[in-house]
């Protein structure tokens, strides 16, 4: 893995699972805990990219920018203005596919009072949500028709009855539109919090996949970044 093979290079990664705020105490959030995108970040910048590290998880890297965000929104607006420029982006961040419909300004509580009576209702709430942009399907979408920047997404899969994990990455790489696709198979005790990863790329166009793992985050960043390195 060259070191100096991303020299120049402006590189953008986003990591980390977005919360969702319903009231100013609550959110709705998910598991991911940012490792394998500050890996990447770091491996980035270790190989002389220059790089934006877009994260919701607390992030001490020396020689990354980091830009913390917490909702879908803010990743998506902090994404769209750090891609104009850049040679590569990934979209390793978990968004969360919804977002509450509406923000309680203070915190929704158990029972409130209701009538003149002062009867109280303790029925639970229903929370209605509406879907978060695409954010990788975006950036795709903005791109257009010129080359730059390189887009990596990731794909967390399990295999069933329609398919293997690959096959579901393989149509997610035809559908998202990105260039490369990182596969990680999830279940039982993978991935999420783990510092180990085992993950198969692909790039759109290539029957070709590379297998990675189990290893650490770290060489598993280097083995994205060997593949992108061959687009740039
Ligand atoms: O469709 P799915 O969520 O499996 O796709 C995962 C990829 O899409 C990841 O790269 C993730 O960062 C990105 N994504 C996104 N915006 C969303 C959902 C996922 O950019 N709302």
Known sequence: QGRGDLSGRRVVVSAGGTREPLDPV??????????????????AAA???????????????????????????????????????????????AVADFRPATYAPSKIKK???????????????????VRNPDILAELVESRGASPAPIIVGFAAETGDENGSVLDHGRAKLERKGCDVLVVNEVGEGKTFGADDNTVTVLRRGSAESVEVGPATKAAVSDAVWDVVVTLL
């Open 111 to 129: 029972t409130h009072e209701v009538g003149p009576d002062g009867a109280e209702d303790d029925s639970a709430p229903t929370i209605a949500l």
């Open 26 to 43: 609550r959110y709705l959030g998910n598991r991911s805990s940012g490792k394998q995108g500050h890996a990447l970040a770091a491996a």
């Open 47 to 93: 190989r002389g990219a220059q790089v934006t590290l877009v994260t919701s998880a607390a992030a001490d890297l020396p020689d990354v920018d980091v830009v913390t965000i917490e909702t879908a929104l803010q990743l998506r607006d902090a994404m769209h203005a750090a891609a104009a420029d850049a040679d590569v982006v990934v979209m390793a961040a």
